[in-house]
Nanobody, 125 residues
């Protein structure tokens, strides 16, 4: 199970750090990702990280602003978001899947089968 937290209501330009804590012994075997669902839009990929933390992938809108990281000892994946804008508003979900033995990070939500409950981020102008 995945438990996401850290969302909130902020102003344009503010920062937030989302956390996603996993239960169970196999977190270090999982590739992890963050997705966002904005009002009226499909769930979209934001950032992903390989099981060992060495490779990351970002949506174009997140590059340079968001940073994904993980702490396997704490079974936690983070999304640090800076320079937030109103278009970043949405429900943020963490997702996981068994790691694949390549440097590919899936951006397709259907490739992930473990999902957290989501945490709301609202950015006001």
């Amino acid at each position: 199970q995945l438990q996401a937290s850290g969302g909130g209501s902020v102003q344009t330009g503010d920062s937030l750090r989302l956390s996603c804590v996993a239960s169970g012994p196999t977190f270090s075997w999982y590739d992890m990702a963050w997705f966002r669902q904005s009002p009226g839009k499909d769930r979209e990929f934001v950032a992903g990280i390989k099981r060992n933390g060495r490779w990351t992938e970002y949506a174009d809108s997140a590059k340079g602003w968001f940073t994904i990281s993980r702490d396997n000892d704490k079974k936690t994946v983070y999304l640090h978001m800076s320079g937030l804008r109103p278009e970043d508003t949405g429900i943020y979900y963490c997702a996981g899947r068994s790691a694949i033995l390549t440097d590919i990070i899936y951006v397709d939500a259907s490739k992930y089968y473990s999902w957290g409950q989501g945490t709301q981020v609202t950015v006001s102008s």
